[in-house]
């Protein structure tokens, strides 16, 4: 798909050859040339985290404040996303990263760019996924809820008396998307019930949000 010499700006992300590239200034002195080479990223959860934003994993929205001001992206139809703010369910779609940036760019004068440590120096214009250590994202309650899955769902984590459980095809406890899946201690302490109580509370999370994975394949490759 092609680019149109607007949409692109400083430090924005498109794909070049297969490749994530940031345009810099040296692209801009054989602008029509490189516009010809690029194409456009679509939005994913991932991509979003890499640009400093949180998610919802009960509703698969991600989100970003700026001076109080809060920016939700939702998932919706067509690989869209849709813009809301604080009690403006639906103000426009979005489906590129750069559309993103631009965007966030217009409201707050601050260029969105890649937080630092989600990719090196010498991989920028290589799209490689972050390895963090596992972490919980938590949505808007994060007292809310008993459990949290982490971003990449192999982590199922226990509020309160904390427990982390390995998730797998180990101990099934029930059976989603073909794949049987599973819950293995890894660390804290958890009582064989408390195991079987994690798994049904995944196996409803499973059910009732579905588990969104960005680049279209089988998502019950993340479990295990």
Known sequence: ?????????????????????????????????????????????????????????????????????????????????????????????LEYIHEVQRLWFTLFGEHLTLVAGAVKEKDRDNEKPPVPEPVAIPGDHIYDQPYYVTWDSRLLIRTGRIAVWRIGEEKTLFEWSGRRVGLTLVTGQASEEDRVLGGKWLQQHLEAVGLRNPEGEDPARYLG
């Open 1 to 93: 798909m092609a680019v149109e010499l607007e949409q692109i700006a400083l430090g924005g992300l498109f794909y070049r050859k297969g490749k994530v590239t940031q345009v810099r200034e040296e692209h801009f002195l054989q602008m029509a040339a490189f516009a010809r080479e690029i194409d456009p990223i679509p939005i994913d959860g991932i991509r979003l985290w890499k640009l400093g934003f949180s998610r919802n994993i009960t509703t698969g929205a991600s989100y970003k404040s700026w001076q109080g001001i809060t920016l939700y992206l939702k998932p919706g139809t067509l690989n869209r996303w849709l813009v809301q703010f604080e009690g403006v369910p639906k103000v426009g779609a």
